[in-house]
Every structure is written in structure tokens, then in C-alpha cells.
């Protein structure tokens, strides 16, 4: 296992795009995570699922913003009409426990809307 | 409003010196504290983390102590190694089963020899 992967690396997009991006995390990990970080800013919890089911979902994941795990493997994050204001890192994580100790993240996916 | 703070947002060290980040929190119902270390173009990977019930957490060369009634934690880091250059990031989360955490804003370390 190679770890999180998150695809694409970098989206660069005109403001009122739609975009997605993808995680595919540790095939054995049952949790997974999505995390947004703005430049100079820590990581910012977004949504959470425990297999399929979405159980957490943040204040900052506006109805723009809609994150799906089909059958409990990998995750999609859609962004509808882009603002600038999304430009961000986003961060996918993954674990078979909770408390943070055993999240392994990807890379990231680097969105830049112009 | 920022529930925890990371005030230095850079610190440099000679190699073989001690590296001292320092974290604060505001919400005292974090229960649990975590560090984890970011290098360029990677995700942050978990470095040590504190319950709330201990005063000390040790793991080779890096060291997490709390200190409840401040609401403060620092990351020692003996020695350091230039390959310990990196964003160290302080998170928090309410208890070992929570699922967000709530991380600061990062301090670069740069450990030059």
C-alpha cells in the first residue's frame, strides 16, 4: 500500500467552475477525512466519513461543497461554482481509528481559482 | 476565533541544539493534543501526541509536555537535526474519539548546521 493518494496534484479553474477531486485512502482504513488549508493557515476539518456513511460534516462545507464515499473505499470532493475563496490545499486523511495518533494524509490536491 | 494558537511563526536552531515550539489553547474541553510535522509538497504526518492526564509524553529525540492550567504545550525537540527543518503544526481534539482536529497555524523550524 503506497498510502493516501489524492488525484489531481494540482486544478487550476475559472471562478464558476465545477471541479472534483479524489482520495483514495489505506485500503484497510475504514475512516476518512477531509481537511482544506488556506496559505498560512493550519489544516481545517471539513467532513468526515466512517465507512459510507458521511457522519460529520463542518460549518465551513457550504452547499457548494458536497464529498461522497461510494461503497466505503475512495472519496470524491466536488466544489459547484468556484470562488477565488476556494483556493486552498485540500488535505485527505485516513484511519482506522479515531483520535488523530493513526490519520495518515495524502499530499493534497492545490486549487487555484482564477 | 483561533482555539489554538501557534505564535512563533518561524523558529531557527543550530543542529545539536534543543528546538522549543510552543502551543496554546483556549477551549477547555480539549481533551487530547497532537504534533505532527509537514515537509513541502507532503501531507503533515503525526509526530507525538498528550492526553490530558499526563504532564509528559517522550518518544526518542522529541518530547510533548502540557501544562493544563495554562493551557499551553510545547514540542522539545533534543537534539535537532537538520533534517527536522519542517511546519510543525499543534492540534487539539476534544477526546481520543473525536474525529476533528483543530490545528494551529504551524511554526517552520529550520535547523541549520
Known amino acids: 500500500d503506497t498510502g493516501v493518494s489524492q488525484d489531481p496534484r494540482h486544478k487550476i479553474t475559472k471562478r464558476g467552475q465545477n471541479v472534483t477531486f479524489r482520495c483514495d485512502p489505506i485500503?484497510?482504513?475504514?475512516?476518512l477525512y477531509w481537511y482544506r488549508q488556506t496559505l498560512g493557515q493550519g489544516p481545517e476539518f471539513l467532513t468526515y466519513f466512517q465507512n459510507e456513511a458521511q457522519l460529520e460534516k463542518s460549518r465551513l462545507l457550504s452547499d457548494r461543497f458536497s464529498a461522497e464515499r461510494p461503497k466505503g473505499s475512495f472519496s470524491t470532493l466536488e466544489i459547484q461554482r468556484t470562488e477565488q475563496g476556494d483556493s486552498a490545499m485540500y488535505l485527505c486523511?485516513?484511519?482506522?481509528?479515531?483520535?488523530?495518533?493513526?490519520?495518515?494524509f495524502g499530499s493534497g490536491t492545490r486549487l487555484t481559482v482564477v | 476565533d483561533q482555539q489554538v494558537k501557534q505564535n512563533s511563526p518561524s523558529l531557527s536552531v543550530q543542529e545539536g541544539r534543543i528546538s522549543i515550539l510552543n502551543c496554546d489553547y483556549t477551549?477547555?474541553?480539549?481533551?487530547?493534543f497532537l504534533w505532527y510535522k509537514k515537509y513541502p509538497a507532503e501531507g503533515p504526518t503525526f509526530l507525538i501526541s498528550?492526553?490530558?492526564?499526563?504532564d509528559k509524553n517522550e518518544d526518542g529525540r522529541f518530547t510533548v509536555f502540557l501544562n493544563k492550567s495554562a493551557k499551553h504545550l510545547s514540542l522539545h525537540i533534543v537534539p535537532s537535526q537538520p533534517g527536522d527543518s519542517a511546519v510543525y503544526f499543534c492540534?487539539?481534539?476534544?477526546?481520543?474519539?473525536?474525529?476533528?482536529?483543530?490545528f494551529g497555524k504551524g511554526t517552520t523550524l529550520s535547523v541549520s548546521s
Open positions: 477551549n477547555s474541553m480539549f481533551d487530547y
Open positions: 492540534a487539539a481534539i476534544p477526546n481520543q474519539a473525536g474525529t476533528a482536529l483543530i
Open positions: 486523511a485516513s484511519s482506522s481509528e479515531l483520535g488523530g495518533d493513526g490519520y495518515t
Open positions: 485500503s484497510e482504513h475504514n475512516r
Open positions: 498528550i492526553s490530558s492526564i499526563k
